[in-house]
């Protein structure tokens, strides 16, 4: 895919992995990428490149923070001179399992703060059963509305989208 979008290259490990190589990715397929920056990157390391996932990769999580484990296959000066160097990359995980593992890795954290969310409200209103007759029409109002936005979370979760086809 040609889309050019910046990443940060940083060694996997060893002395020079708080050392970061900003760089724009120019064109990525499943296997690899290639990335140019103005500093080399010696071929064979192995390296994690950070990214924010463009519109190209997933339309819906465009902009979240992604770090895939790669390994740098070659480096080259660009063909303009006094331009920087080309930094071929070769992923260690194919591209769309990485990127899945990282949508999944935030889909989960997001469902984790909103069941703490769902959890406390559940056993607020539980708490507050001993005062239902004080004012029990307040109180079954307020025990459908939490039973009903309980339920649209849970019959969201429970969706699954259509997978998507080419037209």
């Given at each position: 895919?040609?889309?050019?979008?910046?990443?940060?290259?940083?060694?996997?490990?060893?002395?020079?992995?708080?050392?970061?190589?900003?760089?724009?990715?120019?064109?990525?397929?499943?296997?690899?990428?290639?990335?140019?920056?103005?500093?080399?990157?010696?071929?064979?390391?192995?390296v994690r490149v950070s990214?924010?996932?463009?519109?190209?990769?997933?339309?819906?999580?465009?902009?979240?923070?992604?770090?895939?484990?790669?390994?740098?296959?070659?480096?080259?000066?660009?063909?303009?001179?006094?331009?920087?160097?080309?930094?071929?990359?070769?992923?260690?995980?194919?591209?769309?399992?990485?990127?899945?593992?990282?949508?999944?890795?935030?889909?989960?954290?997001?469902?984790?703060?909103?069941?703490?969310?769902?959890?406390?409200?559940?056993?607020?209103?539980?708490?507050?059963?001993?005062?239902?007759?004080?004012?029990?029409y307040f109180y079954v109002?307020?025990?459908?509305?939490?039973?009903?936005?309980?339920?649209?979370?849970?019959?969201?979760?429970?969706?699954?989208?259509?997978?998507?086809?080419?037209?």
């Open positions: 895919m040609k889309e050019c979008f910046p990443v940060t290259i940083r060694a996997a490990r060893g002395a020079l992995r708080k050392a970061a190589v900003r760089g724009l990715m120019r064109d990525y397929d499943a296997e690899g990428a290639c990335v140019r920056s103005l500093t080399p990157v010696r071929a064979g390391t192995e990214m924010r996932l463009p519109r190209s990769i997933s339309t819906f999580f465009r902009g979240l923070e992604c770090e895939i484990p790669a390994r740098v296959r070659l480096t080259r000066p660009e063909r303009v001179p006094g331009r920087g160097h080309e930094v071929v990359l070769s992923w260690s995980v194919p591209l769309a399992r990485a990127v899945q593992r990282a949508i999944s890795s935030y889909q989960r954290k997001i469902g984790a703060m909103l069941a703490v969310v769902l959890a406390s409200t559940v056993a607020l209103k539980l708490a507050n059963l001993d005062f239902f007759w004080y004012a029990p109002y307020s025990a459908t509305l939490v039973a009903y936005l309980v339920s649209r979370f849970y019959i969201s979760w429970l969706y699954a989208a259509p997978p998507l086809r080419d037209y």
